[in-house]
């Protein structure tokens, strides 16, 4: 039996193009591949099985594995011809993403609190439930996002996001969890991605009319504001300081040493006291 019912899923959105694969190298990588064919039209989704060589941020492997829903979605932020609005900072975009995928989680376990990790690992008890990777592409025509998604749905005996990627240098170990060991039962894949769709179709359309209000929404969400922190940036250089939220373009704010700095790229993990 099919892991995804394609036919519910054009029901669901006639108006999209949608493949399925039981196995690619990226969701990613597949729908700008398209895009730079000028083969595919807004928006699109592209879902796989299982990825070989999946993408997470800052170049790091996307671990899938069964039970997972890996998929892209693809969208043209100024696709109408009369209304050209100007596009959201791409940091917003992300953001907005991520605020789908814990929306739509909530729907299907209204019990449990989902929290976003900024800037879009979406959270369960501090554990990684969701992870999001957004690129950008141009082409003649417009401006594309392309969203990258990978959800814990029915995975069981999750190793940690450490033994995930192999080809971490970081120390940094982040466990992870899934809605099936949470809630004790499996669920529709279609089903889950129908719902996350359908958030990520009302985030965006929000995040192009109204970008302070996904500020708004993320700030309630966000894990460990005003908690203390340690912020690594890409270089590896560290920022302690107390999480304040989030700025109107994506950044995160961090209060240290009784100055306030905005961080754009990096990774947050909770500051452990060792006293």
Known sequence: MPTFDEQKISNAFPAAYIEVHSQIH??????????????LHSPAVIIAESQTRGRGQRSRQWWSGTGSL?????????????????????????LASALAVANALKLIEPTHDFEIKWPNDVMLNEKKIAGILVESVVTDANPYSIIGIGANINNFNLPTLQEMDDRRASRETTPATSLAQVSGHSNSLSNILIKILTELEKQISIVTESPQQ??????????????????TSPSGATLNGICLG????????IESENQIQTIHSGSVQKLVSSG
């Open 26 to 39: 990226s969701t990613n990588d597949r729908a700008i591949e398209l895009l730079r064919e000028s083969t």
């Open 70 to 94: 890996t998929f892209t979605y693809a969208t043209s932020i100024s696709n109408n011809q009369i209304d050209r609005r100007i596009s959201p900072p791409s940091g917003l975009i992300s």
């Open 214 to 231: 996904i500020v708004d929404q993320f700030n309630q969400v966000l894990l460990w504001r005003e908690h203390a922190v340690i912020v």
């Open 246 to 253: 989030i700025t109107s373009d994506g950044g995160l704010r």
